[in-house]
């Protein structure tokens, strides 16, 4: 009988010493892809903002070309103000995604957390029993 509680106890301490393996290499594994999702994500919007910065610099270079033409240069500047705002939300959206990936993952690495103490408080609690199990006999 003894020996059957140890060998449930190497056991299950074999068990569990597996799932936090898993669950470390799961883990690492989705930190990895999603740092490689943000960085995607942030490398097309650096280029997206560096063709929207060009063309704003060529939209001003026409502005400055065509002044004698008022109406045309009046609609371009619209036109630059609305890519400058739409720039800004980009902006501000991307950051806001950012933010809003960081809190998800920082609540995934607390479940995680919180799944590895209960399977710690679980086996702690077998090998309370196993102790009880050894000591009434």
């Known amino acids: 009988e003894r020996r059957r509680l140890l060998e449930e106890e190497n056991r299950r301490e074999q068990q569990l010493a597996e799932r ?11 930190e990895i892809r999603v740092n490689q999702e943000i960085e995607r994500l942030r490398i097309g919007e650096q ?12 939209c001003k270079l026409r502005l400055d070309d065509r002044k004698e033409n008022m109406k045309t240069l009046e ?7 609305s890519i400058k705002v739409e720039l800004m939300e980009k902006k501000k959206r991307f950051s806001e995604m950012e933010l809003a990936e960081y809190d998800l993952l920082k609540e995934q690495k607390e479940s995680l957390k ?10 702690k609690k077998a090998q309370k029993e196993i ?3 050894k000591g009434g006999k």
């Open 47 to 58: 280029l997206r903002l560096s063709q929207q910065k060009n063309e704003l610099e060529l």
């Open 131 to 133: 102790e009880g199990h």
């Open 75 to 81: 609609s371009e500047r619209q036109m630059v103000q």
């Open 20 to 30: 936090e393996r898993k669950l470390a290499e799961n883990e690492s594994l989705f």
């Open 114 to 123: 919180k799944d590895v103490e209960l399977l710690k408080s679980q086996l």
